[in-house]
């Protein structure tokens, strides 16, 4: 097996991972689903008949086992582990740093295909660990309370850089299973959620594929129990989200009537609140799903009255849901103060009564710039036109 890359010590909280991108023009399995992972190794010359026992063989070698080596792969023939080191490589994107909070909180810098960078996040509990995966290089929502919408969208990420991401943290954590060894049914990473940078609905094909790959029982075996998708309120692609991929829906709500979304979250203009709470009433239906998890940010003044809560309330009644309550996490030159614990706490007690679930999210990580609505690559500097971030994103012109 191929050992996790040595980590070279910059101080005692940042380290960095001096491991090069691979650019030798082969083709990644990693990220392709396993139809096209059985295709391109057929039209390698793996012969049909033999191809789905190829396939199962290979892809248990770099999801289960974690490795990156074809010479590993003990079960494969010689000359067929060969022939695969010819035409394939197995490559993850590539971690430039990671800091560790006080908390034990992780943030890698993480640089992908192009030399654009995102952040992922591990936030590890007693028992779990989550890790926050990005799916767009900055985001297109300028979200006025959102430290990520301040940098401009570039491009989507791949299948192969979203589910890269998890394991690449798997690497950090020596969380890889020994061959020979028995299953240790405790998980550092038990839970992912598609909440750092980017809206994931609008790079709609590329993570799910890669959530298809982690939810995988051969492979990384995540539950769709164990994956939440964080949208910004992708109206049309909601249904879809609950039918190809069936994971946990969580929505950025934060903001009880449309004149006030309007400024903190404009894809309202496109989706008002009826109309994306019209969709989300039908999606614990048609995922199976147990509720849906409504994420409000706190902001002093502007979102947190008595009468806010009440509305939300409201605004929610007949959906199985619980409402994240998230204490805003400055970053430089925002334009919204966090409310004060007794306001946050006054809010919740007003949900709570009402019959929800309103836990208040202990902020994380902000010592490293790592909790919720702060990850932004400082050293992405792309610039593209509005045609450009439109085309590779995927949208209409105007979205």
């Known amino acids: 097996m191929t050992a996790t890359p040595r980590i070279t010590p910059v101080t005692p909280d940042v380290m960095t991972v001096p491991r090069k991108l691979p650019e030798s023009g082969l083709v990644n399995l990693v990220g392709l689903t396993r139809d096209a992972m059985r295709q391109a190794l057929i039209d390698a010359g793996t012969p049909e008949r033999q191809a789905k026992m190829r396939l199962g063989q290979i892809w248990q070698w770099i999801y289960h086992w974690g490795v990156r080596d074809f010479s590993a792969m003990t079960n494969l023939g010689k000359d067929y582990r060969a022939l695969l080191a010819e035409r394939f490589e197995i490559a993850l994107p590539e971690v430039v740093s990671r800091q560790i909070s006080a908390d034990g909180t992780r943030k890698y810098l993480v640089r992908i295909a192009g030399g654009h960078e995102v952040e992922t996040v591990y936030i590890p509990e007693e028992n779990r660990g989550t890790l926050c995966i990005s799916s767009q290089v900055g985001c297109t929502l300028t979200c006025s309370f959102c430290h990520t919408g301040t940098q401009k969208l570039v491009r989507n990420l791949t299948a192969g850089e979203i589910v890269g991401q998890i394991m690449l943290a798997r690497d950090d954590l020596g969380e890889w299973p020994e061959a020979g060894t028995r299953n240790d049914e405790t998980r550092l990473i038990s839970n992912v959620v598609l909440m750092g940078m980017g809206e994931p609905l609008y790079n709609f094909d590329n993570v799910r594929d890669a959530m298809k790959i982690a939810m995988d029982g051969e492979g990384l075996t995540l539950s769709r129990r164990r994956i939440t998708l964080s949208t910004s309120g992708v109206v049309p692609e909601i249904a879809r989200t609950?039918?190809?991929i069936g994971c946990l829906l969580a929505v950025s709500f934060h903001a009880t009537t449309d004149e006030v979304r309007d400024g903190l979250v404009p894809i309202n203009k496109k989706w008002n609140i009826e109309t994306l709470l019209s969709a989300l009433r039908e999606y614990p239906k048609l995922s199976n799903s147990e509720r849906i998890t409504f994420e409000y940010v706190m902001l002093k003044g502007v979102n947190d009255s008595d009468e806010d809560a009440?509305?939300?309330?409201?605004?929610?009644?007949?959906?199985?849901?619980?409402?994240?309550?998230?204490?805003?996490?400055?970053?430089?030159?925002?334009?919204?103060?966090?409310?004060?614990?007794?306001?946050?706490?006054?809010?919740?007690?007003?949900?709570?009564?009402?019959?929800?679930?309103?836990?208040?999210?202990?902020?994380?990580?902000?010592?490293?710039?790592?909790?919720?609505?702060?990850?932004?690559?400082?050293?992405?500097?792309?610039?593209k036109s509005r045609a450009e971030i439109a085309a590779e994103a995927g949208l209409a012109s105007g979205a």
């Open 242 to 244: 609950a039918d190809e």
């Open 310 to 383: 009440r509305r939300l309330v409201k605004l929610i009644r007949g959906i199985p849901a619980k409402i994240n309550l998230i204490p805003f996490n400055e970053w430089p030159g925002a334009p919204y103060e966090r409310s004060s614990w007794a306001r946050i706490e006054a809010f919740a007690e007003i949900i709570y009564q009402a019959g929800y679930a309103s836990p208040i999210r202990k902020p994380r990580g902000e010592d490293i710039m790592a909790a919720c609505g702060q990850l932004k690559s400082a050293t992405e500097r792309a610039r």
